[in-house]
Nanobody
Framework: QVQLVESGGGLVQAGGSLRLSCAAS????????MGWFRQTPGKEREFVAA????????NIADSVKGRFTISRDNAKNTVYLQMNTLKPEDTAVYYC?????????????????WGQGTQVTVSS
């Protein structure tokens, strides 16, 4: 089992920044690719970003490319999502997830473990 706990969400004005963190515990963190997804009411969970086990490969959704960055610190068992130039359409619950895979994948069903989510609200 891998336990994931997200933090760092909140309310921010459009154009602002937030950094989300996801702390992992349980099995060896560096064995898992990590991803961030987001979801709004009535919509399917949407891929945001993913990072490989070592952090050497990242995959960023086109909708956030150039504004969001994913990184990880395997010594701290933590993955981060730096979100800059936030827009109202970025408002969602953000989830981190762990995937026992060598490469960063984009489909939610491929991920094995999920956090409880953290709310991000961007006001206009």
């Amino acid at each position: 089992q891998v336990q994931l706990v997200e933090s760092g969400g909140g309310l921010v004005q459009a154009g602002g920044s937030l950094r989300l963190s996801c702390a992992a515990s349980g099995r060896t963190f560096s064995n898992y690719a990590m991803g961030w997804f987001r979801q709004t009411p009535g919509k399917e969970r949407e891929f945001v970003a993913a990072i490989s086990r070592s952090g050497g490969i990242t995959n960023i959704a086109d909708s956030v490319k150039g504004r969001f960055t994913i990184s990880r610190d395997n010594a701290k068992n933590t993955v981060y999502l730096q979100m800059n130039t936030l827009k109202p359409e970025d408002t969602a619950v953000y989830y981190c997830a762990a995937d026992y895979s060598a490469v960063p994948r984009t489909t939610p069903r491929e991920y094995d473990y999920w956090g409880q989510g953290t709310q991000v609200t961007v006001s206009s």
